[in-house]
């Protein structure tokens, strides 16, 4: 039980950077059609949507953000599946994030995933129909609907060098 706590805070971890990555980074947005509304604050891309800060992609069918005062304070992705890299920092291994849905909502900053939800970093995976993490609390919910289970799957990390005996005894 103390190995898949881990692995959920590393996961959680993970999803705050995937949000924060490289904030100040400018945003790049490729896709096949924009359709901008002024008066509800909406821009809606489809069309084999590439979305890219910094080290995080999103590929989906569908982005739409809605915004007010100039600023984002919605964001829904849709695909099948939507998908999300992070390239691997120093310390961390490459995080990938697959969903037929994902909702960022930042005066919550809470990051919802649903359908189908796949994380892998590295060889660890978590497999569920939801989560949800709130990142001011970084706490992660995953949940699975009824009939349904979550899969989790990690490799522990060996800390122990191969010349030093698993006792901590001097060689």
Request: charge should be positive; proline fraction near 5%.
């Amino acid at each position: 039980m103390k190995s898949f706590i881990v692995l959920l805070l590393g996961l959680s971890l993970c999803q705050t950077n995937l949000i924060l990555a490289q904030t100040g980074a400018p945003i790049r947005i490729h896709a096949g059609s924009i359709k901008v509304d002024q008066k509800s604050g909406s821009i809606i891309y489809r069309n084999k949507v590439r979305l890219r800060q910094g080290n995080m992609t999103i590929l989906a069918d569908k982005i739409t953000s809605k915004t007010s005062g100039g600023k984002i304070r919605h964001i829904i992705a849709t695909g099948s599946p939507v998908l999300v890299r992070h390239a691997a920092d120093v310390d961390f291994q490459t995080t990938t994030l697959q969903a037929k849905r994902l909702e960022y909502t930042v005066t919550e900053r809470s990051l919802v995933m649903s359908g189908e939800v796949k994380v892998l970093q590295g060889p660890d995976t978590l497999l569920c129909d939801h989560i949800k993490y709130l990142m001011p609390s970084r706490s992660l919910s995953a949940t699975a609907d009824t009939g349904h289970r979550i899969h989790a799957s990690f490799v522990p990390q060996n800390n122990t060098s191969p010349t030093q005996p698993m006792d901590g005894s001097a060689p």
